[in-house]
């Protein structure tokens, strides 16, 4: 069995890691917030410590050790040959009061890191949901723009259609007023020259009668041929 001197040394040594462990264990109630951006801090870690489930088992742990390794003092103290006297219970009380003050530090701490680690999730998916609410407004926005700009370049067709329509109204008016000025100006010419008509109708006249001479004669020397060749 373990003398008294030997578990008080145990149970300074225990004390002395225990408190710098709940003391890194902490932190983490204020750091974790700080980290909330992540997509999740179920296993984050603090530097120069170990994630949180890690922290809380040990911490565990090495309570449940200096419960112990109290209970150890109290039995050996009730042996007859133990030492005695007030400094010997002062001693043991003092113990029984430090594992109660880490008990009750450490059930605080593991609240506040669980409460931290809520908080952090929860913005987390806030984030997270902003984020997608973003996106999904963004990709209606590029939509929308994409389908104005299709609409944009259907009026700018349209509007190149209907210019050339306008322009070709405009030539077809431009070449029936060049072709009235043209009509214009031979009625004018004909109306300058009023016996034109009546000359070109004795030219067609006469060339119809030399025809006509023509083909007689054609026919006379014909028949007298054919007259000729019979004898």
């Known amino acids: 069995m373990a003398t008294y001197d030997s578990l008080r040394r145990q149970l300074r040594t225990l004390e002395s890691s225990l408190d710098a462990k709940l003391t890194t ?34 911490v565990g742990g090495m309570l449940e050790r200096l419960r112990d390794l109290n209970d150890q003092l109290s ?10 006297g007030p400094s010997v219970s002062h001693a043991v009380q003092r113990h029984r009061e430090v594992l109660q003050d880490y008990t009750r530090d450490f059930r605080r701490t593991a609240q506040n890191v669980r409460t931290a680690l809520e908080q952090a999730n929860l913005l987390s998916n806030v984030r997270g949901e902003i984020e997608s609410y973003k996106t999904a407004r963004s990709t209606t926005t590029d ?14 067709m349209a509007d190149e259609l209907i210019q050339h329509a306008n322009d070709t109204r405009s030539e077809f008016r431009t070449q029936s007023r060049q072709l009235g000025s043209v009509q214009s100006r031979m009625t004018s010419v004909l109306n300058t020259i009023p016996g034109i008509n009546n000359l070109l109708g004795m030219i067609q006249t006469r060339r119809r009668r030399d025809a006509i001479l023509l083909g007689c004669l054609i026919a006379f020397l014909i028949l007298v041929l054919w007259h000729y060749m019979r004898r």
């Open 143 to 156: 939509a929308l723009l994409n389908e104005r700009g299709h609409i944009d370049s259907s009026h700018r």
């Open 75 to 84: 039995r050996v103290l009730s042996t007859p040959s133990a030492p005695s």
């Open 25 to 58: 264990y902490s932190k983490l109630a204020s750091s974790i917030p700080r980290a909330g951006g992540g997509s999740s801090t179920a296993g984050y870690e603090l530097a120069g410590g170990g994630g949180t489930e890690e922290l809380e088992e040990e």
